[in-house]
Nanobody
Framework: QVQLVESGGGLVQPGGSLRLSCAAS??????TAWFRQAPGKEREGVSC????????LYEDSLKDRFTISRDNAKNTVFLQMNSLKPEDTAVYYC???????????????????WGQGTQVTVSS
C-alpha cells in the first residue's frame, strides 16, 4: 500500500526553524514535492526533488529560506524551513510522482500520491 506520512510541523515563533519529514512506504525513491495550503488560499507548490536528488526546484520567493533534501536509504524527504514568517502558516503536504519531475514540477496535477498534511503555524 502506497503511503506518505508527514511529520515535524508545529508552532514556531517568527524567525524560527522547522524541519518537515515525509516518510514513504509501499514504493521507493519517487520524485517528491512539498506543497502548502493556507486557510482560504489555493494549494501552492513549495519545492520538489528528483529521485536521485540531482534536481531541486523551489518557488522563487522561498528558495532563500527553504531547503529540500532526501535520504533514499530511509525513503524520506525533508524540508528545512528557516527564518519562518507568519505568512508561512499553512498545512504542508508532501506528494510523490510516478513519472519523475515534469515541466510543471510544482503543479499539484503532476503528483499521484499525497500525504495527509502537517500543520505549521508561525506566530508569536
Amino acid at each position: 500500500q502506497v503511503q506518505l506520512v508527514e511529520s515535524g510541523g508545529g508552532l514556531v515563533q517568527p524567525g524560527g526553524s522547522l524541519r518537515l519529514s515525509c516518510a514513504a512506504s509501499g514504493f521507493t525513491n519517487y520524485a517528491t514535492a512539498w506543497f502548502r495550503q493556507a486557510p482560504g488560499k489555493e494549494r501552492e507548490g513549495v519545492s520538489c526533488i528528483s529521485e536521485s536528488a540531482d534536481i531541486t526546484l523551489y518557488e522563487d520567493s522561498l528558495k532563500d529560506r527553504f531547503t529540500i533534501s532526501r535520504d533514499n536509504a530511509k525513503n524520506t524527504v525533508f524540508l528545512q524551513m528557516n527564518s519562518l514568517k507568519p505568512e508561512d502558516t499553512a498545512v504542508y503536504y508532501c506528494a510523490a510522482s510516478l513519472y519523475g519531475l515534469g515541466d510543471r514540477a510544482l503543479s499539484a496535477d503532476e503528483y499521484d500520491y499525497w500525504g495527509q498534511g502537517t500543520q505549521v503555524t508561525v506566530s508569536s
